[in-house]
């Protein structure tokens, strides 16, 4: 209903006044989480003749459809965005800064904020944020020798682990991601984040032809000959289900896998993600989603005021920390405290953090992510060797900033 009014160009008097008292808001998914619901009647029980309007709409269909409102001149008031087109869409004028106060900044855990930042400023309000660890078949690692309650703490220990797991079981030992899909590059970007690598640096300039990067892609070569066969027809979540069917030694993954390794008699374990030669404490990639306010809609000042309350911290924990959807906490708290006392899996998940990264903000993200995705599949089938593979996705996301 948001959308026709939004769309409509014979709105009467009374049809306005009533658009005017609506925030319409693109929702990605197959249903309204029940968190959300419960919130979203709070928050119109104390703003009399405010209405949330949720659209619902498919993962894959969503961004798209929010952006060819927005470029249409009909744009919905808010929608849940990756962080990561929020430069595309301030660039373009297609959405309004949320700035943060400082006190609201110091909430979230380190490198939360740079996430949706670009040019000093916020240009959406965290909605939900992903972490990934290491996860391992204790009695694969049993069956293979190794010490089951010793996972490993260095890329050559996992790649290590992965061969010897292959070689005495026949059985994979790492699941590696590498299908032409959008998680294959956040895959390869945990290896980035474990080695104290970057895409682009603090003066903008793009370092991804780096020491630090070239030996990610080195390891992730190395590790290939144990990991499943064929692996770029395996994206993330391919790979969590070939390990819960105990078919795949070691994943990265986030903490949904936890919560299905639960229903399983699996033996297993969670730590945090293996260093790289260079790093300087536990990493990981640090992806958000969030809510972009849309320029144009007339309610952008009662969207941010809203997008605020649906986020704000015990909101916030109540949604992330039901475990089956795979966030990890965007805040501490004492109620992070209980979860992390109760289920210690959780804490690799935000161990990570502190050493972590962001996913670098382009103008043209789809095109840095087909370079990065390309330059990975080409060093994984054996088509181009590591150095030669970086060197031309660095020349190439140079026109992606």
Known sequence: MALA?????????????????????IYCGDTIDPVHTKYIKQWEEKNAGWKITPEVVGWAQCQDKATTLAAAGTPVAMAYVGSRTLKEFAQNDLIVP???????????????????????NQWGVPIAFSTKALYWNKDLFKQAGLDPEKPPKTWAEEIEMAKTIKEKTG??????????????????????????????????KVTLDSPEILAALK??????????????????????AIFLDGKVAMIQAGSGAADRLKKT??????????????????GTLLITD??????????EDKATEFAKFITS?????????????????????????????????????????SYGGPEPLFTDYKGFQNSMIEMIQSVVTGKAEP???LKKAAGEIEAFK
């Open 5 to 25: 009014l939004l769309g409509s160009t014979a709105l009467t008097t009374v049809t306005a006044h009533a658009a005017d008292k609506e925030i319409s808001w």
């Open 98 to 120: 949320v700035p943060m106060t400082d006190d609201e900044k110091k909430t979230y855990y380190p490198h939360i904020v740079d996430t949706v930042t670009f040019e000093g």
């Open 171 to 204: 059985i994979p030992g790492f699941g590696l991601s590498a299908k032409t899909f959008d998680n294959t590059m956040h895959q390869f970007m945990h290896w980035v984040y474990t080695n104290n690598g970057s895409v682009i640096g603090a003066d903008g």
């Open 219 to 240: 390891a992730y070569k190395d590790i290939v000959p144990y990991s499943e066969e064929g692996p770029t027809a395996y994206e993330q979540n391919e790979v969590r």
């Open 265 to 282: 008699q699996i033996s297993w374990g969670i730590t945090t993600l293996p260093l790289g030669p260079n790093a300087k404490g536990p």
């Open 290 to 299: 969030s809510l972009a306010i849309f320029k144009g809609s007339g309610v």
């Open 313 to 353: 911290p015990d909101v916030q924990s109540e949604y992330e920390l039901q475990g089956g959807a795979g966030l990890t906490p965007l805040r501490p708290s004492a109620k992070v405290d209980e979860f992390v006392a109760k289920d210690p899996y959780w804490k690799p998940l935000i161990d990570g953090i």
């Open 387 to 389: 150095e030669a593979a």
